[in-house]
């Protein structure tokens, strides 16, 4: 072989090597848009459950459309004592349901660490005896209890889950709360990690670490 097969050679390798690195570049690139894109069709999703539910249980009571306390579910109607009772449980089996399908989605890779961790702090607000909301912390509580008992599709680590946020919420203020929610959320992370590489692959696999590496952690707990 002449030095001109070996700069052939050469020449061809390299060749090689660039069409290999374009192309893991190019797969890369599509694997990041299609979970873009799931993200945005999930939270989709998640948005038209609550609007849903809303609408199911209208009640005037609540600021907040997500969250809608189902004792007034017919507005001008006279319920028994039994009938409010029951149109309460079935508000708060699909309120939960929706919430586990939440941790759900984010654990696979199809929620933004910024989305998760503002829906959870919400249920933060709602369990904190100090809440200016129109749902009552014992209401909130209530509800749970009673879909954790009775509502078969609350796995243990869901329902470890929001042990923990009721804890978060007896932090006395919201900068503490914040911090104990991301580094829930970051150990979580930590602990499935099995399942959230199998998942989410090589995308995201860890997002609340390296939030705290770029130093985001002290950045959230001031939002």
């Given at each position: 072989m002449d030095i001109s097969d070996w700069i052939n050679a050469a020449i061809a390798g390299g060749a090689l090597v660039i069409s290999l690195i374009v192309s893991m570049v190019t797969l890369t690139r599509t694997a990041w848009i299609e979970m873009r894109n799931k993200?945005?069709?999930?939270?989709?999703?998640c948005i038209a459950r609550y609007e849903t539910l809303s609408r199911d249980f209208p009640d005037q009571k609540s600021e907040n459309p997500a969250y809608?306390?189902?004792e007034s579910k017919v507005q001008n109607a006279v319920q028994s004592p039994t009938e409010t009772a029951n149109a309460q449980?079935?508000?708060?089996r699909r309120l939960w349901a929706i919430k586990k399908e939440q941790v759900d989605?984010?654990?696979?890779?199809?929620?933004?660490?910024?989305?998760?961790?503002s829906w959870l702090m919400t249920d933060v607000d709602y369990f904190s005896e100090n809440t200016n909301l129109k749902i009552t912390s014992r209401e909130y509580k209530q509800g749970w209890e009673e879909v954790k008992k009775h509502h078969g599709l609350m796995d243990d680590d869901f329902?470890?889950?929001v042990e923990n946020l009721q804890k978060i919420a007896i932090h006395p203020d919201?900068?503490?709360?914040q911090r104990e929610?991301?580094?829930?959320?970051?150990?979580?992370?930590?602990?499935?990690?099995?399942?959230?590489?199998r998942l989410r692959g090589h995308i995201g696999r860890s997002w609340f670490r390296e939030l705290r590496s770029h130093g985001l952690l002290n950045e959230w707990a001031r939002l």
């Open positions: 993200r945005i069709e999930v939270l989709i999703h809608k306390n189902a449980a079935s508000y708060f989605f984010w654990i696979a890779g199809y929620v933004d660490p910024s989305d998760i961790f329902i470890e889950i919201r900068s503490s709360q929610l991301f580094m829930m959320l970051e150990r979580i992370e930590n602990q499935r990690s099995r399942e959230i590489r």
